[in-house]
T-cell receptor, first 116, second 112 residues
Framework: AQSVAQPEDQVNVAEGNPLTVKCTYS??????LFWYVQYPNRGLQFLLK??????LVKGSYGFEAEFNKSQTSFHLKKPSALVSDSALYFC??????????????FGDGTTLTVKP | EAQVTQNPRYLITVTGKKLTVTCSQN?????MSWYRQDPGLGLRQIYY???????DKGDVPEGYKVSRKEKRNFPLILESPSPNQTSLYFC???????????FGQGTRLTVV
């Protein structure tokens, strides 16, 4: 079975400060990890993914995430937050393709608020 | 433009009245999924399909049906809707096992 945990319902940061949104996962094989963002009244948009290779992945809008296998984590980061980054962020995991390629598991979401 | 299109965007219906939410993608993706989003529960996968005529249950399939007769379409069917199916529904598609998903704009369903 696969699972994802986003331990913080809400993250508040000041504009210009670094931000971190946490995600931990559990899979039986090798993980495929994703971050998505959802703005109000919109569908989810892809930010970045880790499939294999370099543990630090860079994505859209200046976001990056670090895959840490020993801690089973994939935290989303940005060096300098913008007010426009305020949104709902979802971490998602898929197990290695030989088990069940169709199944995806999402976390409960973290609301990021960036204050001016 | 690459997109996933859901219809309708908003729907209010009564308990027990069968309904279908359509989903169509124009990217020739093999994988398609339906999710429901509820406050505090994140996104939960209802059903998914890995190709035409290949579907499987997700985490919350009870009360829902799907079909995949064509690659581009993946309708969600509620045979007898109940109030606990009031939710925000998203359809998504992706091209492969390690690719990201493209999401539709969502369908807000209210069952009274």
């Amino acid at each position: 079975a696969q699972s994802v945990a986003q331990p913080e319902d809400q993250v508040n940061v000041a504009e210009g400060n670094p931000l971190t949104v946490k995600c931990t996962y559990s899979v039986s094989g090798n993980p495929y990890l994703f971050w998505y963002v959802q703005y109000p009244n919109r569908g989810l948009q892809f930010l970045l993914k880790y499939i294999t290779g370099d543990n630090l992945v860079k994505g859209s809008y200046g976001f990056e995430a670090e895959f840490n296998k020993s801690q089973t984590s994939f935290h989303l980061k940005k060096p300098s937050a913008l007010v426009s980054d305020s949104a709902l962020y979802f971490c998602a995991v898929r197990d290695s393709p030989h088990t069940n390629a169709g199944k995806s598991t999402f976390g409960d979401g973290t609301t990021l608020t960036v204050k001016p | 433009e690459a997109q996933v299109t859901q219809n309708p965007r908003y729907l209010i219906t009564v308990t027990g009245k069968k309904l279908t939410v359509t989903c169509s993608q124009n990217m020739n993706h093999e994988y398609m999924s339906w999710y429901r989003q509820d406050p505090g529960l994140g996104l939960r996968q209802i059903y998914y399909s890995m190709n035409v005529e290949v579907t499987d249950k997700g985490d919350v399939p009870e009360g829902y049906k799907v079909s995949r007769k064509e690659k581009r379409n993946f309708p969600l069917i509620l045979e007898s809707p109940s109030p606990n199916q009031t939710s925000l529904y998203f359809c998504a598609s992706r091209g492969g096992a390690n690719t990201e998903a493209f999401f539709g704009q969502g369908t807000r369903l209210t069952v009274v």
